[in-house]
């Protein structure tokens, strides 16, 4: 059996990283990053549906025992709630976050050491919890 080979690792390593990164930051300067196409310039903090500028906000992130079995393993799955939202779902159970915006703005940087705390706690898994809209950022 094959080795499993996550696709960001196999972009990294054929040299596809970086363009993708660039392609989907340059979007945000007429956001179509998602079926809204609200053409917002993010970059100029400029806000669209899913009320979110340049950059990402987080809510909050840690082990977390609450998913599918397979997904919590017995070290917990590793999710990051990134506030707002581009879906507006009248069911969501994350109202404060989704819709009232709770929690902070991070860089490029904090996003990533969020990752890596996740990581060294055991977690599984990075478990994006809804990122369609900050998927330049992540
Ligand atoms: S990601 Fe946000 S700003 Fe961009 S198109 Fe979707 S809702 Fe609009």
């Keep these: 059996m094959d080795t499993f080979i996550p696709k960001y690792i196999k972009a990294k390593q054929k040299g ?3 363009k993708k990164i660039k392609q989907s930051s340059a979007l945000l300067a007429s956001c ?4 809204r196409q ?17 950059k990402a906000v987080v809510s909050s992130f840690a082990p977390h025992f609450g998913e599918e ?5 017995d070290k917990g799955s590793g999710p990051i ?3 707002h939202c581009n879906l507006k779902c009248v069911f969501c159970q994350n109202y404060e976050i989704s819709v009232k915006g709770m929690g902070q703005e991070a860089d490029d940087e904090q996003i990533a050491s969020i990752m890596l705390y996740l ?8 478990n994006l919890v809804t990122p369609s809209h900050v998927v330049p950022q992540i």
């Design 119 to 126: 990581q060294k706690s055991g977690c599984h898994n990075i």
């Design 69 to 73: 079995p397979q997904l919590v393993g």
């Design 32 to 35: 179509t990053l998602c079926p």
């Design 81 to 83: 709630f990134f506030s």
């Design 16 to 18: 596809w990283l970086l």
């Design 38 to 54: 609200c053409k917002k310039n993010r970059t100029k903090e400029e806000k669209g549906y899913c009320s979110t500028g340049q």
